[in-house]
């Protein structure tokens, strides 16, 4: 009997469009070129409303400008959580379906942050990719600086601070950004897709990219600049023992790597997000690639990234020092474009990735997570003896 699997996309998210891509290139054209499955596909609108029909398996259905005239006709599914994950499709001719697995294809938040991951693992069914924790890490900028620098991976010099630290300690923080060296970044901590960042090359810039910032996340972080810029990303797959693709380098034409190059221009062939705007693989130094390699496995690793992930890197040509910039726990179409180039087809992915998921969810049931106690007998006395 075929499987059911629950593709998941969309979200309120900023990259809600981009995630409705991913879902279809490589997903459910993969999984619907297979014969093992029976192909959900959930999607959840802007608003945070769940749909599912399998019109929406065709991308053609989002393509459509009237496709949010065309949803209101389509009924809200609802999600029963308790023995498994159950869609449920309400009203007189009420249907329901069992779901055995899911891919996750959400990117940012409500989603890739961890969110959709931790209501999978109270479903208690296997799930495709990162896992709650190297998700939610992997959203927060400065989380990720900070366990990658426990760990000696080397990264941007940077100072963080709240919007409430700011209103506070402004002379104190202003003291400790100016021990970072011109030009600085100036980043939201939680937003992807260069929303609300600002490269500023004086303290007049520094002050207005920092109130730009502030007006989307309660936590930013001012970052060094890295000169003599290359930028290179390289995606891995795998578990305990993963593998990686080839090193690849965006060719962006402007100074910052910006949402148009990333996805609007690439968005046109099927490739998926920036499919042409990249040199593949990089050309870069041989010992610049061995660099790339050991400080992507070794982010991947301290992160506790699984199923399939995206190690963004910052190197400076003229000192040779590379920089672990970003983790994306949900490459865009999965960089499908870069897999195949290594003779990975979106086929062999999406069997690769359901594979690792069922791995996963195997080893996790071998875990103990109850254990037997006497405390409610012998409790419920008095509150104060704690
Ligand atoms: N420290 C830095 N030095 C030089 N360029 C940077 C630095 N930080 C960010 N950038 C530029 O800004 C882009 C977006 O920043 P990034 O941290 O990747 O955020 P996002 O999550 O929006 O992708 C990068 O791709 C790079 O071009
Ligand atoms: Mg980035």
């Not at 593709?7 to 093992?36: K, N, Q, Y």
């Not at 990720?144 to 402004?170: D, G, L, R």
């Not at 309660?218 to 930028?231: A, F, Y």
């Amino acid at each position: 009997m075929k499987k059911n699997i629950a593709v998941i996309f969309g979200s309120r998210s900023a990259e809600h469009d981009v995630s409705i891509l991913t879902a279809h290139t490589p997903i459910i054209s993969s999984l619907l070129a297979m014969s093992d499955y029976d192909v959900w596909p959930v999607y959840i609108s802007k608003k945070g409303v769940w749909y599912c029909d399998k019109v929406m398996n065709e991308l053609s259905f989002f393509k459509n400008d009237n496709f949010e005239n065309e949803l209101k006709k389509l009924k809200p599914i609802k999600m029963a959580l308790n023995h498994g994950l159950e869609i449920i499709w309400p009203g007189v001719f009420s249907k329901k379906v069992n779901i055995d697995i899911a891919f996750p294809a959400t990117h940012g938040t409500y989603g890739e942050d961890g969110s959709l991951m931790g209501l999978l693992r109270m479903a208690n069914i296997p799930f495709v990719g990162c896992d709650l924790f190297a998700s939610a890490v992997a959203m927060d900028k400065v989380l990720t600086k900070q366990i990658m620098s426990a760990e000696n991976i080397p990264i941007a010099p940077y100072v963080w601070f709240t919007k409430h630290e700011w209103k506070k300690n402004q002379e104190a923080l202003r003291k400790k950004i100016s021990e970072l060296k011109y030009p600085l970044f100036i980043k939201p901590v939680h937003l992807g897709s260069s929303i609300g960042i600002t490269k500023a090359k004086t303290s007049q810039e520094l002050e207005n990219g920092i109130e730009v910032a502030l007006h989307y996340d309660d936590k930013i972080l001012v970052e060094e600049g890295v000169e003599n810029l290359i930028e290179v990303t390289l995606p891995i797959m795998g578990n305990e023992t993963p593998t990686c693709a080839l090193i690849e380098r965006p060719l962006n034409k402007t100074e910052m790597f910006d949402f148009n190059d990333k996805y609007l221009s690439g968005g046109k062939n099927t490739e998926g997000a920036n499919a042409q705007y990249s040199e593949l693989p990089a050309n870069i130094e041989p010992a610049l690639s061995q660099q790339v390699i050991e400080l992507g496995r070794r982010a991947y690793h301290t992160i506790g990234c699984e199923g399939v992930a995206r190690i963004d890197f910052l190197i400076d040509n003229q000192t040779k020092n590379v920089y672990v910039n970003e983790i994306n726990t949900l490459p865009g179409s999965l960089y499908i474009h870069n897999w195949r180039k290594v003779g990975v087809s979106g086929v062999d992915l999406v069997t690769k990735l359901i594979l690792l998921a069922n791995e996963r969810f195997d080893s996790q049931k071998n875990i103990t997570h109850a254990f037997k106690s006497d405390i409610l007998k012998m409790g419920g006395g008095n509150k104060t003896q704690e």
